[in-house]
């Protein structure tokens, strides 16, 4: 079956240093890729998504590319904010037909001024 | 635009107990899904509803339950509740699988406790 591994944390970083999030994952043909943020006590928000090979997601600032060979879809950042102090979930879904999602479990990561 | 809402934001439950949590998908959605989350660790697929039927189910008992109304409102029932039950329950809703489109949008979830 599908699986997501992302590197545990919790990750700390200071103000405006580089972020790197590791993803890999396991699935059957080609999956859409997502990274999902949670702050605290809140649900889930889409950060990002890539739905075929050599795809590059990005928002605010966050990138990630949907590298096949690799079977990965790392998140960076290249000066976090404290406001970025979140958890961070990445995710696949089968394309077509009813999709379910398929999450990690999540790195926290917390920035300090 | 209304997002995905639902409710209660939270519930306290005695074990053996049956609960209704409940969710409205974002408007122009057809589809709902329902997520488990522990504390700590990443959502878990419950099931999905389209058209009123169960179309997916995740490894949970049959214990947990789901409806999905004609206005695509969506109800998950779990009953007996265990200890174990405790978590965030996520709501998500999608458009349907003819329309090609990898997104769901969540809600902000139930904390449901079982003491």
């Known amino acids: 079956g599908n699986s997501v591994t992302q590197m545990e944390g919790p990750v700390t970083l200071s103000e405006e240093a580089f972020l790197t999030i590791n993803c890999t994952y396991t699935?059957?043909?080609?999956?859409?890729l997502f990274w999902y943020v949670q702050y605290p006590g809140e649900g889930l928000q889409l950060l990002l998504k890539?739905?075929?090979?050599?795809d590059k997601g990005s928002n605010k600032g966050f990138e990630a590319t949907y590298r096949k060979e690799t079977t990965s879809f790392h998140l960076e950042k290249g000066s976090v904010q404290v406001s970025d102090s979140a958890v961070y979930f990445c995710?696949?879904?089968?394309?077509?037909?009813?999709?379910?999602?398929?999450f990690g479990i999540g790195t926290k990561l917390q920035v300090i001024p | 635009d209304a997002g995905v809402t639902q409710s209660p934001t939270h519930l306290i439950k005695t074990r053996g107990q049956q609960v209704t949590l409940r969710c409205s998908p974002k408007s122009g959605h057809d589809t709902v899904s329902w997520y488990q989350q522990a504390l700590g660790q990443g959502p878990q697929f419950i099931f999905q509803y389209y058209e009123e039927e169960e179309r997916q189910r995740g490894n949970f008992p049959d214990r947990f339950s789901g409806h999905q109304f004609p206005n695509y409102s969506s109800e998950l029932n779990v009953n007996a509740l265990w200890l174990g039950d405790s978590a965030l329950y996520l709501c998500a809703s999608s458009l349907g699988p003819s329309q090609g489109s990898h997104e769901q949008y969540f809600g902000p979830g139930t904390r449901l406790t079982v003491t």
């Open positions: 890539a739905t075929k090979a050599d």
């Open positions: 995710a696949l879904s089968r394309s077509g037909g009813y999709q379910k999602v398929t």
């Open positions: 699935a059957t043909g080609y999956p859409s």
